[in-house]
């Protein structure tokens, strides 16, 4: 049987928005390795894991080629520094500040923050979404690992809601918690800052979009 190909790539970053890439959690990092993360994340997302060389990331931190090997002994080490500390960064944006008791605000809040952290960080969210299949397994393992926990906390909120009668008796937990995950994580693919929406405005628009996909019927 024929493989299907691949999804299209997502279209090219500007200089500019490469430039002012960020890593949130990379200010645990010393000074060195954390410049080295944030070349290495500039140059995933221009050029994908397989196109990036260890001395691209290296001279893009203004070091050695031999800089890299010091703090990430490999490219792929570098990579899964990136992906994880991005991965728990939109984890936690869940899970921080005290949710509203009331089902339907707590989603709305939930979908807002997500949204919004995808779309100040697209630049990385982008290597974590495109390049995750570049880990090797025990890695691409642990990151997993994080994304259930993710997808577990909108789980519950969806579950909570039609549970408490808020929201519509037939919602598909699981179909509908992945779908209202995919309109934050899709913003990697063609988010642009300076458009016509900035993050807050996006995190209400897509907030809005979840109330309705789970409203009763007839409500």
């Known amino acids: 049987m024929p493989q ?3 999804p299209p790539r997502a279209a090219p970053l500007s200089a500019a928005e490469l430039a002012a890439a960020d890593l949130p959690g990379a200010e645990s990092y010393a000074e060195v390795p954390r410049r080295l993360l944030l070349s290495a994340v500039r140059a995933f997302a221009a050029n994908g894991f397989h196109g990036t060389t260890t001395r691209d990331i290296a001279s893009g931190a203004g070091l050695s080629p031999a800089a890299l090997y010091v703090h990430f002994p490999s490219k792929e ?3 899964f520094a990136i992906v994880r500390l991005g991965h728990r960064r939109a984890r936690d944006v869940l899970t921080g500040p005290e949710p509203s008791p009331d089902p339907a605000a707590r989603l709305r809040e939930l979908v807002s923050r997500y949204t919004e952290f ?3 960080h697209h630049v990385v969210a982008r290597v974590c979404q495109y390049e995750l299949g570049a880990l090797d397994e025990e890695h691409y393992t642990e990151v997993l690992g994080i994304r259930h926990e993710t997808n577990e906390v909108f789980r519950l909120a969806v579950a909570a809601g039609v549970e408490a ?3 519509d ?3 598909d937990v699981h179909r509908t918690s992945r779908a209202l995950i995919s309109l934050a994580v899709d913003l990697a693919r063609w988010y642009r800052p300076g458009g016509a929406d900035s993050p807050e405005e996006l995190g209400r628009f897509n907030a809005d979009l979840a109330e309705r996909l789970v409203a009763p019927k007839g409500g």
Do not use: M, T
């Open 4 to 6: 299907a190909p691949p």
């Open 169 to 171: 008796a037939g919602v």
């Open 118 to 120: 995808h779309a100040r």
């Open 165 to 167: 009668g808020r929201f």
């Open 77 to 79: 080490l570098a990579l």
